[in-house]
């Protein structure tokens, strides 16, 4: 039996525009100055930022960040709105929370990697030794791109010891 990772391994760290999102920190940053968000809409604002593009329906919005313990949609919503307000976002021409009427939120923001991931950096090199492999390398760097903007990635490296 493998022991689930540390809750700052699973942590979502991601830049958006010129906001940063530390959720291990419990910190969102604009331009490098920290933005002042209450816990549950920086609980939502991870939420929907762990599966960017995606739909997150309210009721799996109101399980993760509330339990769906005696709140109603109308919390979710002014929840919403009050990340609007710091995120300085517009419902009616969207740049980072995109409303799904009657079903749930889509965090549409373009996600990147943050400037620094304090010691997980991975510095892909090509190598005279790797003859024949651009292909494979340049796989495993679109997967590299994809771990680091946040979406869970998988990668699967088969060969001889010493390949």
Request: charged fraction near 25%; charge should be positive.
């Amino acid at each position: 039996m493998t022991a689930d990772p540390s809750p700052t391994e699973r942590s979502l760290r991601l830049r958006f525009e010129r906001f940063e999102l530390d959720e291990a920190d419990a910190r969102l940053t604009q331009a490098g100055e920290p933005v002042p968000l209450p816990p549950k809409p920086f609980a939502v604002l991870c939420a929907l930022a762990r599966t960017p593009r995606m739909l997150v329906t309210k009721n799996a919005l109101l399980d993760s960040v509330w339990g769906h313990r005696f709140v109603t949609d109308s919390v979710l919503k002014s929840t919403i709105s009050e990340l609007r307000a710091v995120l300085g976002d517009d419902p009616k021409q969207p740049r980072y929370i995109e409303t799904v009427s009657r079903r749930g939120y889509r965090f549409i923001a373009s996600v990147s990697a943050p400037a620094r991931l304090g010691g997980t950096e991975a510095v892909a090199t090509t190598s005279s030794s790797m003859i024949g492999r651009s292909d494979a390398l340049e796989r495993l760097r679109s997967a590299w791109r994809l771990a680091a903007s946040g979406r869970h990635q998988t990668a699967w490296i088969a060969g001889e010891a010493g390949v």
